[in-house]
């Protein structure tokens, strides 16, 4: 990933913030005719390795984890993608002064490499998907779990999927956030984005964030 300076994110909890916030992974493997992806969702043991441990579950009928299960050395790229906003040049001040601005596109982002172990095992595969699920319903007021469907048909969904197990060995973060704009320029983003874009809160926090133009 090209990592301008100014854009690198390297504080730990950041980064392991932006895959719990956003743990639906593209998994990108090297095959035999190129490279193979599929989007999962991602579970994190922060604390499970140096740079963490990643757990997930793939359908048995998706060839992905047979590639890996044949290429146990291979390693394996996860992109996370997180806050995203297209940055149209009317919002920087430097457009009245010069005229000289270009559109561009701001984003946060989370890439992991790492060596994947493929599981076959039923306890392994029930917690997994226990955990994952109180992950998400954890924030609804009735949240639902895997204990409330018939325990018979919850073991004929498990016996359909595998699971895979990735200790992070390199783990990069780039949050390009308009923070090579001037001052004046970022606080034009943030304000467009807050009052023009649709669900663009998320970016409008990381531009005042990183811009340094947080109030609190």
């Not at 109180?134 to 018979?152: C, I, N």
């Amino acid at each position: 990933m090209y990592e301008p300076p100014h854009f690198q994110e390297t504080r730990p909890d950041v980064l392991h913030g932006l895959i719990r916030e956003h743990p639906l992974g593209m998994l990108i493997s090297n095959g035999p005719d190129g490279p193979v992806a599929n989007a999962i969702p991602f579970l994190l043991d922060a604390a499970a390795a140096p740079n963490g441990r990643l757990r997930a579950h793939l359908a048995k009928a998706n060839p992905h984890w047979r590639l890996i299960a044949d290429n146990p050395a291979s390693p394996v790229l996860i992109v996370f993608q997180g806050a995203d906003a297209y940055v149209t040049p009317s919002w920087y001040e430097t457009k009245r002064e010069t005229g000289k601005v270009v559109p561009t596109w701001n984003y946060a982002i989370v890439q992991v490499r790492g060596t994947a172990k493929v599981i076959d095992d039923q306890e392994w595969l029930a917690r997994q998907i226990g955990d994952l699920t109180a992950s998400q319903e954890g924030r609804r007021e009735a949240p639902w779990a895997v204990t409330d469907a018939p325990p018979p048909f919850i073991q004929s969904q498990i016996k359909g999927i595998i699971g895979l197990e990735i200790e992070i060995s390199e783990i990069h973060g780039k949050w390009k956030v308009s923070q090579n704009r001037p001052v004046a320029d970022r606080a034009g983003v943030a304000r467009g984005l807050e009052s023009e874009v649709a669900n663009a809160s998320d970016m409008a926090r990381l531009v005042k964030s990183y811009g340094g133009l947080d109030s609190n």
